[in-house]
Nanobody
Framework: QVRLVESGGGLVQAGGSLRLSCAASRTMFSISQMGWYRQAPGKQRDLVAIITSGEGTVYADSVKGRFTIARDNAKNTVYLQMNSLQPEDTAVYYC?????????WGQGTQVTVSS
C-alpha cells in the first residue's frame, strides 16, 4: 500500500523560505518518479517539480531558480526546498508518487506567503 505524508507547510513572509518533506511508504520508492504539485483556490493542480529515479529533475518555469527538489532513497523521502517565496506561491502542495501508470497522492500541506 502506498502512503504519502507531507509536512513542512506554513505561513511565511514574501522572500522567505520553507522546506517541504514527503515521507513515503517503502513501496517501490527508489524506482518511482516523485513529484510536487500545487493547487491554489479555484485553480487546477499544477506541476511544481519532479525527480526521476535517476535523479533527473524538471521544474515549472515559475519556480526555476527558486525551488529545488531532492530525494533520499534511504529515508523514502522527497523534499522541496522553496526559496524567495512570493504570494503567488500560495497553494496546497501535494506529493506525488508515480508507479508505472498509477499516480498516488498525499493529503497536501498548505503554504501561505504573505506580502
Amino acid at each position: 500500500q502506498v502512503r504519502l505524508v507531507e509536512s513542512g507547510g506554513g505561513l511565511v513572509q514574501a522572500g522567505g523560505s520553507l522546506r517541504l518533506s514527503c515521507a513515503a511508504s517503502r513501496t517501490m520508492f527508489s524506482i518511482s518518479q516523485m513529484g510536487w504539485y500545487r493547487q491554489a483556490p479555484g485553480k487546477q493542480r499544477d506541476l511544481v517539480a519532479i525527480i526521476t529515479s535517476g535523479e533527473g529533475t524538471v521544474y515549472a518555469d515559475s519556480v526555476k531558480g527558486r525551488f529545488t527538489i531532492a530525494r533520499d532513497n534511504a529515508k523514502n523521502t522527497v523534499y522541496l526546498q522553496m526559496n524567495s517565496l512570493q504570494p503567488e506561491d500560495t497553494a496546497v502542495y501535494y506529493c506525488n508518487q508515480r508507479i508505472g501508470r498509477n499516480d498516488y497522492w498525499g493529503q497536501g500541506t498548505q503554504v501561505t506567503v504573505s506580502s
